[in-house]
């Protein structure tokens, strides 16, 4: 089984900056894309960045130039650094990878969600 474990959600005032981690466990193979999604109250989840094993990135265009997606392969963990934070981007953050374990192909996998509030 894998499981994916978020870290470094919470409150914080607009401008301010979070990190949040997410690490994968498991009977781990390969972990190709690994991303992060949100979703706020009354809206459908929605992408925000990922990265591929190679280390290319891609971010929805109202993250561009504040938040930072990084990963250590070594430690099977994605990074999302996030700066400049907006009450918009208030949301519950979830990690999502794609990870072939010892057993199977490879699988999308979810965590469990991270809240994150940006508020005065």
């Known amino acids: 089984q894998v499981q994916l474990v978020e870290s470094g959600g919470g409150l914080v005032q607009p401008g301010g900056s979070l990190r949040l981690s997410c690490a994968a466990s498991g009977s781990i193979f390969s972990i190709y894309r690994m991303g992060w999604y949100r979703q706020a109250p009354g809206k459908q989840r929605e992408l925000v960045a990922h990265t591929t094993s190679r280390g290319s990135t891609n971010y929805a265009d109202s993250v561009k130039g504040r938040f930072t997606i990084s990963r250590d392969n070594a430690k099977n963990t994605v990074y999302l650094q996030m700066n400049s934070l907006k009450p918009e981007d208030t949301a519950v953050y979830y990690c999502?990878?794609?990870?072939?374990?010892?057993?199977?192909?490879?699988?999308?996998?979810w965590g469990q969600g991270t809240q994150v509030t940006v508020s005065s």
């Open positions: 999502n990878a794609d990870i072939a374990t010892h057993f199977s192909s490879a699988s999308g996998y």
